[in-house]
């Protein structure tokens, strides 16, 4: 079986008294587009610098396309790109001679994979344009593009649409999806707007307060939070027969506690209820359920920014 592309084991990090990472152990497969959400010092910025090496853990261990030992790691992290914080740009330079100077600092050989890898973020075009004259959105572009230099098979996108207007939003969010489509990179990104992230991911990492609460992917999300009439009433079972016979269907769950979720007819709350208080059943509780991303993670983690 491959390894996972990238898993931590039991990653700690202390700064004196305080726990930025508990034992946290994260796994992200290849071809996943992983969400990592968190709210603000939730742990999500320290857990991606240990990672692309700007930070050593206290304890627990960092393995990288299976490597995990310190030799192994240093030739792992040359098949990641990353941008951590604010990418590093020479204002005074174009955006290929900014590529040049990251590929030479990195040692990649040969200049093909500048108009290659600019070309790929759509920046191919700016010709004599100092990065300094580049909108918000541009700037991000070409950070995506010194992190894209050489290759990588692993993609680490720290907040990469703090300061974007809505249109740079949609542009990023459609650029990640096609680097993970068309080329089959494995991307990591943190974001705190949630409805982004809901938008492109296919697995997610809830992190709160340095641990990590649940790893859980798009399909699973999507069966959590679909939206479904939450009914209670007297006799459950019998609710269920008039579901399945005066309603045709039998697209409801009846949970332990005697609550029916029912998932088709959701929208036609009349019918429903009628169904059920002429059949002499006593409607206890219903109303409409189901969760965005956002709201899935407030519950998780309690309420509060997630800024």
Same mark, same amino acid.
């Given at each position: 079986m491959e390894p996972a592309v990238l898993a931590t084991i039991d990653l700690t990090k202390k700064y004196k008294e305080q726990t930025a990472l508990d034992h946290v152990n994260l796994v992200v497969e290849k071809g996943d587009i992983y969400g990592f959400i968190g709210q603000n010092g939730a742990g999500k910025s320290t857990l991606l610098r240990i990672v692309t090496a700007l930070a050593r853990p206290t304890s627990g261990s960092v393995r990288l396309f299976g490597e995990s030992s310190e030799a192994g790691l240093i030739e792992a992290r040359k098949r990641v790109g990353a941008i951590i914080e604010s990418p590093t740009l020479y204002p005074d330079m174009t955006a290929y001679d900014n590529l040049e100077v990251h590929r030479l600092l990195r040692g990649i050989p040969g200049k093909a994979c500048i108009s290659k890898t600019l070309a790929l973020v759509g920046l191919q075009d700016t010709g004599k344009k100092k990065a300094r004259n580049f909108s918000l959105g541009m700037k991000q572009r070409l950070g995506l593009a010194i992190a894209l230099l050489g290759d990588p098979e692993l993609l680490i996108l720290d907040e990469p649409t703090n300061g974007l207007d809505p249109g740079g939003i949609v542009e990023l969010r459609e650029m990640v999806k096609k680097l993970n489509r068309e080329l089959g990179l494995t991307i990591l990104i943190s974001s705190h707007i949630l409805s982004e992230l809901h938008q492109m991911a296919t697995k997610y990492g809830i992190i709160h307060r340095g641990r990590l609460l649940?790893?859980?992917?798009?399909?699973? &999300?999507?069966? #959590?939070? #679909?939206? $479904?009439? +939450?009914? +209670?009433?007297?006799?459950?079972?019998?609710?269920?027969?008039?579901?399945?016979?005066?309603?045709?269907?039998?697209?409801?769950?009846? &949970?332990?506690? /005697?609550?029916? #979720? &029912?998932?088709?007819?959701?929208?036609?709350? +009349? +019918? !429903?209820?009628?169904? &059920?208080?002429?059949?002499?059943? !006593?409607?206890?509780?219903?109303?409409?359920?189901?969760?965005?991303?956002?709201?899935?993670?407030? #519950?998780?983690?309690?309420? /509060?920014? $997630?800024?």
């Open positions: 649940e790893q859980i992917t798009y399909e699973q &999300l999507n069966e #959590k939070c #679909k939206q $479904h009439l +939450r009914i +209670r009433v007297d006799d459950a079972s019998k609710a269920a027969t008039v579901l399945d016979m005066e309603l045709g269907t039998r697209d409801y769950e009846v &949970l332990q506690d /005697g609550t029916i #979720k &029912l998932y088709s007819l959701y929208h036609d709350v +009349r +019918r !429903v209820s009628m169904a &059920l208080t002429s059949s002499g059943l !006593v409607i206890e509780y219903f109303a409409p359920g189901g969760d965005d991303l956002e709201s899935y993670f407030t #519950k998780r983690v309690g309420g /509060g920014s $997630h800024d």
